[in-house]
């Protein structure tokens, strides 16, 4: 298996508190309103354009199969031209976020999009030094899959979009306003936050608000 030996070499682990403290900084560089200030919702997108990454929408597969895709170094790669239902090379740049275009298509899947470009931008935050110090021949996908680094760059992405501080002030409020039922919190910080249901509700089960 390419790069195996370098795969368990370079394995990193990170505690809840370490990616807590990340989005902190990340989203208090960008604005500290984001994280100090009244619960809205994380502008995910301008964030990611900020650090100087780029944001490309391009259907990544045909199936739909993949949402995102981190690119660290430069090259062409593979996305599907709707227009001539085939797949074409497409010039990528490193630091590039590739985010498929049919997340843009629905409102429906606001959440999915937002949670999509999170987990991108998590990636390049926690990774991009590891893949840079990667052999060539290292199968990057399997790699990610066997060190974790996409539960990694979920938890690091729910921090992000759902700061701590925020969400523990937005839930007490509603609680405050009488507002008890669990279905009806979730959905209501979930609109808010513009998060999927299913992600906000995986967000305050954690930390044991709901």
């Known amino acids: 298996m390419p790069g195996s030996m370098e795969m368990r070499q370079e394995k990193i682990f990170y505690s809840e508190a370490a990616f807590e403290g ?10 500290e309103k984001l994280y100090f200030g009244v619960p809205q919702a994380v502008p995910v997108e301008e964030i990611i354009e900020h650090r100087g990454v780029l944001l490309e929408y391009q259907y990544i597969r045909k199936d739909g199969r993949v949402l995102g895709k981190t690119i660290f170094e430069d090259g062409l790669d593979a996305v599907w031209d709707m227009e001539e239902q085939e797949y074409i090379l497409f010039p990528v740049k490193a630091g590039t976020i590739l985010i498929d275009a049919s997340l843009c298509e629905d409102e429906s899947k606001l959440g999915r999009l937002r949670f999509t470009c999170a987990h991108e931008l998590a990636h390049w935050l926690l990774h991009k030094d590891l893949f840079d110090r990667l052999p060539e021949d290292t199968d990057v996908e399997l790699m990610t899959e066997k060190c974790g680094l996409e539960v990694q760059a979920n938890m690091l992405a729910s921090s992000l979009l759902m700061p701590l501080s925020q969400i523990k002030k937005c839930y007490y409020r509603l609680f405050t306003d009488g507002i008890r039922e669990r279905l009806e919190i979730i959905e209501k910080m979930a609109a808010l936050f513009q998060a999927s249901c299913q992600a906000m509700r995986i967000r305050l089960e954690k930390h044991r608000l709901v």
């Open 22 to 31: 990340i989005a902190r900084q990340v989203l208090c560089e960008y604005d």
